[in-house]
């Protein structure tokens, strides 16, 4: 079984003018209705998350900041983040969102998408960054290991950009296993996510950070995936799989320099499921309209068909492949060879 985590209310975080807008849900929603999917999917309303679930993530003094901000009539908090006045109760909401769908694929579900915004990779403990200002799903995270017991997470974070802040949360645990592919940071907001960058004390290993060059396209992606993904995941054996989704890697999106298809999205999602039969969704960026409609609805299409074969996706022929790509994975193998073996 298939669900999505998602309210109407998302909306009320209300960003004018700005990239992460109110209509990039509904234009999920829009596409999964016209391609028939919404009918058999079943949508839960997410609760929001409490003040004890977020401080297992961030500090007091964040939270109670981003309160009295929203309370005083919100604006931005640094020069992309904004928030409106409602945005503090709906951040909660995004996070208790993330948490609902890690209790349904815990409790009956194959896969769970949290469809929310605003999204939460770059919001670190302190601070609200990057369009996000709780991190959804650092806050699944700690409340899965707290309240239900389980020890080891997996994350695959395809959204174009780094996830600063999920990383930094998780950067001395070595039962989170963080793999971020995005576009090399040298060229992209927020700067970081190098392969050397790969985790401190006993968390040495277990962040993974694969950076593309820009103009990567579908190809690229499948031929480092497929490499790392598999052998990395049967070694660190988690209890639970996240895939952390953006949309921010397609071709038409403005935000980014990748050129990724609609196919990448489908194809990932597939190799997963090959991987685990269950697996909790979460949505981070993604600001083309178009396509987000499309990679939304392949994706999930490919979610609830386990009949339907990865293979389906790639591109026709042989992988054209750039050099750049080959040598970012010969660099990964040798940083993580003391850890993983792939
Ligand atoms: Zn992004």
């Known amino acids: 079984m298939i669900s999505l985590v998602h309210s109407p209310k998302y909306a009320k975080h209300q960003t004018e003018n700005h990239p ?12 999964l209705q016209k391609g028939g999917l919404l009918d058999k999917l079943d949508v839960t309303p997410p609760k929001p998350a409490n003040e004890e679930d977020i401080l297992r993530v961030h500090t007091i003094e964040y939270l109670k900041h981003l309160k ?3 309370e005083q009539g919100g604006g931005y908090l ?5 928030a409106s006045p409602q945005s503090y109760e709906i951040a909660l909401l995004a996070a208790g969102g993330a948490i609902k769908a890690s209790e349904l694929v815990l409790e009956q579900c194959d896969f769970a998408y949290s469809l929310a915004r605003p999204p939460g990779h770059h919001a670190t403990k302190d601070r609200p960054m990057g369009f996000c200002l709780i991190n959804n799903l650092a806050v699944a995270i700690k409340y899965m290991k707290e309240k239900h017991g389980l020890q080891k997470f997996f994350i695959l974070d395809f959204d174009a950009h780094y996830g600063n802040g999920t990383s930094e949360i998780f950067y001395h645990d070595p039962q ?6 995005h576009q090399d940071p040298r060229t992209i907001f927020p700067g970081k996510g190098f392969i050397e960058e790969s985790g401190a004390g006993d968390g040495k ?3 993974l950070n694969i950076p593309m ?4 396209k579908t190809s690229d992606y499948i031929y480092i995936l497929k490499k790392i993904l598999e052998p990395v995941c049967s070694q660190f054996q988690a209890d639970f799989y996240f895939l952390d989704v953006g949309f921010d890697g397609h071709r038409e999106d403005p935000l980014s320099s990748l050129l990724l298809d609609d196919d990448f999205y489908p194809w990932v999602a597939s190799l997963m499921q090959k991987i685990t039969p269950k697996m909790t969704l979460i949505l981070e960026g993604g600001y083309s309209h178009e396509g987000m409609g499309q990679s939304n609805l392949k994706m999930i299409k490919v979610l609830m068909d386990k009949s339907i074969n990865e293979k389906k996706w790639q591109p026709p022929g042989e992988l054209q492949v750039k050099d750049e790509t080959k040598m970012t994975f010969k660099q990964i193998q040798d940083t993580f060879s003391p850890f993983f073996t792939f």
């Open 78 to 82: 640094d020069f992309d983040t904004y």
């Open 20 to 31: 992460e807008n109110p209509g990039r849900l509904e234009v999920i929603m829009n596409s």
């Open 205 to 207: 290993g277990f962040n």
């Open 213 to 216: 060059s820009p103009g990567s």
């Open 176 to 181: 989170v296993l963080y793999i971020s592919i």
């Open 68 to 70: 009295s901000f929203t």
